[in-house]
């Protein structure tokens, strides 16, 4: 089995904090996302890099990386995790199905994270010979923010555990279901009836969803509500201009007034997330942002606003001092 280098995958280095981690990640994903690069290829590479983020993201999962990234990395011959090793974030044992991360994360992670359609169920009650309810199954579905404004029905496949002739077998299955709208990250859908066969009479057990939300590119989520940082330009800042700003419908005109601050919020309504009725907000979030270069020109004329301007940004600092 391959060894994913998760630092090389995201171009950071290995003492990378979460805030240079989150940056390559925004950088790679708008190279890669599906919405943004058609050619083939991208949507592979783009699921590495979601992939890395989901393991470097979380101190507990990076640190377990990090050690068996000791213990074998570099190994000429595969990697294999150490005999009896089992992650913090794993569910109980159990078959994997087809996943949408590598068979490396999943022989470290197990269950959970991006994709993982591992099931974890309660296998206790089905060595009992009388009526009882089979396994539930749990699986995390992976979500992108543009896919909870569509209806289509999504395909999930998982595992769950099955006994016949004394001898537990795990079972694959594929299913369609349709994800309602207004779901959150992190939110428990129960399918009634599609876990493992119950014994006797008994009733069969239930399929839980774990939906997981996928990091977007150019998105932040704060419940229903989409934060999009808007850089503009320190004259656009200063004089006003109309610019326009993406959304996950499209394209809207966004009005900036004159004298606008960094870190002021604009919020547009119902362009956020669906919600069970109506939508969630986006809001935008000016950042001023300065040019890289700048001529001689340029700084003349930065010289000739800053000695003909009276304005001061730490006033404030000389009337705490009165």
Known sequence: MEFKDYYQILGVNEDSDLKDIKKAYRKLALKLHPDMNPKEGAGDKFKQVVEA??????????????????????????????????????????????????DFFNSIFGGGGYGQHQSRSKTGRQSHPFDSKGSDAEIEVPIFLEDIFSDQAKTIQYSYPSLENGQVKHINKTLKVK??????????????????????NGPNGDLYLHIRLVPHPLFDVEAHNLILPVPIAPWEAALGTKITVPTLTGHINLTIKPNSQSGQKLRIKGKGLRKKSGSGDLIAILKIVMPDESTEKDNALWQQLAQYHPFDPRAQWSKQND
Do not use: C, M
């Open 179 to 200: 994800i309602p709208a207004g779901v959150t990250n992190g939110e428990r859908i129960r399918l009634k009836g599609q876990g493992g066969a119950g014994q006797g």
């Open 53 to 102: 983020y989901e393991v470097l993201k979380d101190p507990e999962r990076r640190a377990e990386y990090d050690e068996l990234r000791k213990y074998g990395g570099n190994s000429p011959d595969g990697f294999e995790p150490p005999p009896g090793w089992q992650s913090s974030h794993s569910g109980a044992a159990g078959s994997h199905s087809q996943s949408d991360f590598s």
